[in-house]
């Protein structure tokens, strides 16, 4: 069975400060990984993708990737409390098919 | 990204019937997929439907209690059969497109509907 860890929180960070939020996966072969957000009520939209390992940047988000360790992370600058939602981490598994965690909810405190 | 006009946005329904959602999208795309989200939990892919042929469904989700349409490159529908409590949630469909920056891409979701069998 393939999974995609995530603590399903809340998360409460106060607004301005950096929000770390995790992912483990369990499926070695992985190649496609991606953040999207959830407001309460709405359907997902998606923040970030990212195929390599290491760092990428877009805003105020940034996206970490660690194939060997499985492990592959999501870093909101400068939080705000618009950034309260929940955020689902997703892993493609080879062809279309692509597992969601359960999501994290975070909190940003203005 | 790709906008997709998701309807109804909301039912109620009595066991036994059905319901079918439709999904429009703006532009052609190739493959288009259904989600099921249940209350608190992590979206499961139900089936991927490619213009032109049959769709393709995952383990648990059958065509019959689930048939799906793919008529044209922009339209899809999803009808759930035979409804039961246990078919309450929020169904969403999909498609690959850029996310909310063109540096990624990846899924856009329709708006969802939230099925409610009573």
């Known amino acids: 069975q393939k999974e995609v860890e995530q603590n399903s929180g809340p998360l409460s960070v106060p607004e301005g400060a950096i929000a770390s939020l995790n992912c483990t996966y369990s499926?070695?072969?992985?190649?496609?990984f991606f953040w999207y957000r959830q407001y309460s009520g709405k359907s997902p939209e998606l923040i970030m993708s990212?195929?390599?390992?290491g760092d990428k940047e877009d805003g105020r988000f940034t996206a970490q990737l660690n194939k060997a360790s499985q492990y592959v992370s999501l870093l909101i600058r400068d939080s705000q409390p618009s950034d309260s939602a929940t955020y689902l981490c997703?892993?493609?598994?080879?062809?279309?098919?692509?597992?969601f965690g359960a999501g994290t909810r975070l909190f940003v405190k203005a | 990204s790709a906008v997709i006009s998701q309807k109804p946005s909301r039912d109620i329904c009595q066991r036994g019937t059905s319901l079918t959602i439709q999904c429009q999208v703006d532009?052609?795309?190739?493959?288009m997929f259904w989600y099921r989200q249940q209350p608190g939990q992590s979206l499961t892919l139900i089936a991927t439907?490619?213009?032109?042929?049959?769709?393709?469904?995952e383990s648990g989700f059958v065509i019959d209690k689930f048939p799906i349409s793919r008529p044209n490159l922009t339209f899809s529908t999803l009808t759930v059969s035979n409804m039961s409590p246990e078919d309450s949630s929020i169904y969403l469909c999909?498609?690959?497109?850029?996310?909310?920056?063109?540096?990624?891409?990846?899924?856009?979701f329709g708006s969802g509907t939230r099925l409610t069998v009573v």
């Open positions: 999909s498609v690959e497109s850029e996310g909310l920056s063109q540096a990624n891409y990846g899924y856009t």
């Open positions: 499926d070695r072969g992985s190649q496609s």
């Open positions: 990212i195929y390599s390992n």
């Open positions: 997703a892993v493609n598994t080879g062809g279309f098919k692509t597992i």
């Open positions: 532009s052609q795309v190739t493959m």
């Open positions: 439907a490619n213009q032109g042929s049959e769709a393709t469904y």
